[in-house]
């Protein structure tokens, strides 16, 4: 059985979490457009109206059964984002979200132990948070980086990279989509 398309449903879509003023305008414009011409659905924080509350991106990653949290050295610097990454991982601990962590031009050790640049962002913003949030953040960004991911070096090509991740996301969605029909026969939710 061969479904080309579910776009009405939302077994598929993926949760991109991402630093919006660093990387919306260029590497994650690149990456949707690969994620629309490949059929996979995405949500995206822009899709929100402005000032609505957390809550919001909230039920979005509770809709999802993929996430892609794309770490950068100003990822850390948001609360929102920090939060964003709390809530995902207490969706994949509960078995209910595959988090896919993409690290965009920083090493995974320096987003497993807050060091580096991407340290710097993480305790700037600490500085101004309470210690259980700081926990919370801690623990997320430990086990998150501490998944199978995908890396950007500074001297890569994006266009190579958006590929790996667009091969990565299809195949989890097929993964998902194996897991969850009864009569173990595998669905194809993506096109060729």
């Not at 479904?3 to 690149?30: E, T």
């Not at 060091?115 to 913003?125: C, I, M, N, S, V």
Request: proline share 1%; charged share 30%.
């Amino acid at each position: 059985m061969t479904i080309l398309s579910l776009a009405n449903d939302d077994f598929h879509r993926v949760f991109l979490s991402f630093r919006g003023d660093q990387l919306r305008y260029s590497f994650v414009s690149h990456l949707l457009d690969a994620f629309e011409r490949h059929g996979i659905l995405c949500f995206v924080d822009k899709d929100e109206l402005r000032g609505k509350t957390m809550t919001n991106l909230f039920v979005r990653i509770k809709e999802s059964k993929i996430a892609l949290v794309i770490f950068s050295s100003r990822y850390a610097e948001s609360s929102w984002c920090m939060d964003e990454l709390v809530k995902m991982k207490k969706r994949a601990d509960k078995g209910k979200l595959q988090v896919i962590p993409i690290f965009y031009k920083v090493r995974a050790r320096d987003v497993r132990g807050q060091t580096g640049e991407f340290g710097e962002t993480f305790w700037a913003l600490a500085r101004t948070s309470r210690g259980d949030q700081i926990m919370e953040w801690k623990e997320a960004l430990e086990c998150i980086s501490n998944k199978m991911g995908l890396s950007l070096g500074d001297k890569s090509s994006e266009a190579d990279f958006i590929k790996e991740i667009v091969k990565e996301v299809k195949r989890v969605v097929a993964e998902i989509g194996c897991q969850a029909t009864e009569n173990h026969q595998c669905i194809n939710f993506l096109p060729n």
